[in-house]
């Protein structure tokens, strides 16, 4: 659906589009006057023609308009369409007039140039690459593994004709670095209403599932609500956050969905599901090859995954603190590609300092970019080169410098 000043734009037009159609019983229209409105009695201020002329021509305009409106509804969004019988042929039996045919036509050509309508298939779904990748560019600071795997990833799987598996990705890293950001990036840009869309399920492992005990009846309903939501959606984004929390039962029903599926298995042909398992596991080590990375004179942008990833999956397997290591997600190599989120540094923080001035449409100066940078915490103590809390709370500090 339109949104904001693209939604208010559209109806403008498509209010001076319906005052150009022409109307039932005017002049050039060909049709019948409107049935039932005989002329009001002599002597009634009602009676001046002009006026009643006036009338039946608002009249005809708002029930027009509303038909219309319901045409226009149901060519752009068929999933919201409720139209029965008696409303298709409107309230007064009329047809729709050729010319009023191309206006409609004209219209929804207009709306679905930039907004991916859909004459069959899921009109929530936009998987918006272009967009995606403008986003990760300009609002992912410090993150250029990350920006790389995950555009290019999710959009290979997503452009298969029949792909055998759901994608799972599981992003590692300090908090603060971004995880949580580009899930909510990934939402915003394939569905149109983002992390809202029935076809979008989050779960936090300690919110959603807090209590051991109860394990048994949080796989039972974590497995119908996965169920469900594909049920529903043939395109499916499940985000898990604090995933090394999860329960090992948990992990051994999600390990079900992650399965390669046969061609006559029961996953249909345009069914594609999306796994994100976001965690703080493996941060440590991340840190630990950036530092000496940079401590060896090398760029941060140097570092490929090569350099990381075998640490990276080392750390988590070997992880005591947490079973996501050693479910099967994991030594079913199910988890299609662990995604490092590396530290950030001084000049990223600024950087986020700065989004969150623009995002909420405040003047700031560069000094009030460094004073906001300069709170954060830094580690180690002898280099003091990552943020210890990333760029986490960068946008309630700016309330320190508003006047």
Not at 81 to 90: F, H, L, M, R, V
Not at 155 to 175: C, I, N, V
Not at 341 to 351: A, K, M, N, Q
Not at 367 to 386: G, H, S, T, W
Request: glycine share 8%; hydrophobic share 40%.
């Amino acid at each position: 659906m339109l949104r904001g000043p693209r939604r208010a734009r559209g109806l403008c037009l498509l209010l001076l589009l319906l005052l150009l159609l022409p109307l039932p019983g005017a002049p050039g229209h060909g049709g019948a006057a409107w049935p039932g409105e005989a002329a009001d009695e002599p002597g009634s201020a009602w009676a001046w023609p002009g006026f009643q002329r006036l009338q039946e021509r608002l009249r005809a305009a708002g029930a027009l308009s509303r038909r219309y409106w319901a045409l226009f509804r149901c060519q752009v969004w068929p999933g919201d369409c409720e139209e029965d019988e008696e409303a298709a042929a409107g309230p007064l039996g009329w047809s729709l007039p050729v010319l009023g045919q191309q206006y409609l036509d004209i219209l929804t050509t207009w709306y679905c140039s930039f907004q991916d309508c859909c004459n069959s298939g899921d009109c929530r779904i936009s998987n918006n690459f272009t967009g995606l990748e403008s986003d990760l560019r300009v609002r992912l600071h410090g993150q250029h593994l990350a920006r790389e795997l995950v555009l290019r990833t999710v959009r290979h799987y997503l452009e298969m004709p029949q792909p055998d598996k759901a994608l799972a990705l599981s992003f590692h890293g300090w908090s603060g670095t971004g995880k949580n950001f580009v899930a909510r990036m990934l939402a915003e840009s394939l569905y149109r209403d983002g992390l809202r869309s029935d076809c979008v399920k989050i779960f936090i492992a300690t919110f959603h599932f807090p209590h051991p005990k109860y394990t048994d009846l949080y796989k039972e309903q974590l497995m119908g609500q996965i169920q469900e939501t594909q049920q529903r959606c043939h395109q499916t984004l499940f985000i898990f956050d604090e995933a090394e929390k999860l329960h090992p039962g948990l992990l051994e029903v999600l390990g079900l969905q992650l399965e390669h599926q046969s061609s006559e298995g029961h996953r249909a042909e345009s069914q594609r599901t999306i796994f994100l398992f976001l965690s703080n596991l493996g941060g440590n080590i991340i840190n630990e090859v950036v530092l000496n990375w940079l401590k060896a004179g090398w760029s941060r942008e140097e570092i490929t995954m090569e350099h990381l990833e075998p640490h990276l999956q080392a750390e988590i397997v070997e992880s005591t603190d947490s079973g996501f290591g050693h479910s099967r997600l994991v030594k079913e190599n199910l988890v299609d590609f662990f995604v490092p989120f590396l530290p950030l540094e001084y000049h990223h923080v600024r950087l986020c300092a700065r989004d969150a001035f623009q995002n909420q449409e405040l003047p700031y100066t560069e000094e009030a970019l460094d004073e906001i940078a300069k709170m954060m915490v830094y580690v180690p103590k002898e280099q003091q080169l990552f943020s210890s809390q990333g760029c986490k709370s960068i946008s309630q500090r700016i309330n320190y410098f508003l006047p």
